[in-house]
């Protein structure tokens, strides 16, 4: 069921999503050749509790295998979902997705950047630079009147155009008083197709593109997912909310800029 927001719980999603930017940021002064994820999750984990927010993939998911850290960190061919260790190091070339959810006064921010590690070669920069690039395409079409697939359309015909794969198996989606709400939003789709978008409407929108095909498999940790030919993946994620005319962006990459002077 999808519920369109008040502008008081906007106000308080705003919150939730710029702590989450700032959480981010915090994270990127740390991105290095040798630091471990584990490392990484630490920083977000002490950052979110300082500012009086709630880790929100923490033990999330099913009581028998429930999430079991801050952050989703995924190296290379991990799309999403990865979990921090002491054991994983990053090495120069790598790119590394950091994805954190946090929940504060009720409502929920969720979103994620990638973030390359030391000098990339540049098909890897690439597609960095396509998929933040296609989160803007999508973005642009989260507008009153529009339809579900006219966000999927434009990030995949952005990203296909050069030659990158568009994951299917996985999605973005409404938020607000829950971390995952109705309406799903791929980032594949036709045109005029799908649930019509209205104002108040609150969207986590994350495009997953990869270096090759765009098939996925979950490992045996039952959260990690990856390239099913084990080539890198991307992925970039705001909280946005329809609007007439143009969408509102409540999360920014203003922060990690800052940090990564990118």
Same mark, same amino acid.
């Given at each position: 069921?999808?519920?369109?927001?008040? /502008?008081?719980?906007? /106000?308080k999603?705003?919150?939730?999503?710029?702590?989450?930017?700032?959480?981010?940021?915090?994270?990127?002064?740390?991105i290095?050749?040798?630091?471990?994820?584990?490392k990484l999750?630490?920083?977000?984990? /002490?950052?979110?509790?300082?500012?009086?927010?709630?880790?929100?993939f923490?033990?999330?998911?099913? $009581?028998?295998?429930?999430?079991?850290?801050?952050?989703c960190i995924?190296?290379?061919e991990?799309?999403?979902?990865?979990?921090?260790? @002491?054991?994983? $190091?990053?090495? /120069?070339?790598?790119?590394v997705?950091?994805?954190?959810?946090?929940?504060?006064d009720?409502?929920?921010?969720?979103?994620?950047?990638?973030?390359?590690?030391? @000098?990339c070669?540049p098909?890897?920069?690439?597609?960095? +630079?396509?998929?933040?690039?296609?989160?803007?395409?999508?973005? $642009?079409?989260?507008? %009153?009147?529009?339809?579900?697939? +006219?966000?999927?359309?434009?990030?995949?015909?952005?990203?296909e155009?050069?030659?990158f794969?568009?994951?299917?198996?996985?999605?973005?989606?409404?938020?607000?008083k829950?971390?995952?709400?109705?309406?799903s939003v791929?980032?594949?789709?036709?045109?005029?197709?799908?649930?019509?978008l209205?104002?108040?409407?609150?969207?986590?929108?994350?495009?997953?593109i990869?270096?090759?095909?765009?098939?996925?498999?979950?490992?045996?940790?039952?959260?990690?997912?990856?390239?099913?030919?084990?080539?890198?993946?991307?992925?970039?994620? %705001?909280?946005?909310?329809?609007?007439?005319?143009?969408?509102?962006?409540?999360?920014?990459?203003?922060?990690?800029?800052?940090i990564?002077?990118?």
């Open positions: 069921m999808i519920y369109l927001k008040s /502008e008081s719980e906007i /106000e999603m705003r919150t939730s999503a710029q702590l989450v930017s700032q959480t981010l940021a915090q994270v990127a002064k740390y290095e050749p040798g630091v471990t994820t584990a999750n630490s920083v977000a984990d /002490e950052f979110i509790q300082r500012h009086n927010g709630r880790p929100a923490k033990g999330y998911g099913p $009581e028998n295998n429930p999430f079991p850290a801050s952050l995924s190296v290379n991990e799309v999403v979902h990865g979990i921090p260790s @002491e054991k994983k $190091e990053l090495t /120069e070339g790598d790119i997705s950091i994805d954190c959810g946090i929940e504060k009720g409502y929920f921010g969720d979103h994620a950047y990638t973030f390359g590690v030391g @000098e070669a098909e890897t920069q690439k597609l960095l +630079d396509t998929t933040r690039e296609s989160l803007d395409k999508g973005i $642009e079409k989260a507008i %009153h009147g529009n339809k579900i697939g +006219d966000i999927g359309y434009a990030v995949q015909q952005y990203c155009q050069y030659g794969g568009v994951v299917r198996d996985l999605v973005g989606h409404g938020l607000g829950s971390l995952h709400e109705d309406p791929p980032n594949f789709g036709k045109r005029g197709r799908g649930q019509r209205r104002s108040g409407m609150t969207l986590a929108i994350e495009p997953m990869t270096m090759g095909d765009w098939e996925v498999k979950t490992l045996d940790d039952g959260w990690t997912v990856v390239t099913a030919d084990n080539k890198k993946a991307a992925h970039f994620e %705001h909280d946005v909310v329809v609007r007439e005319g143009e969408a509102e962006v409540l999360s920014t990459f203003d922060y990690i800029r800052e990564t002077k990118n």
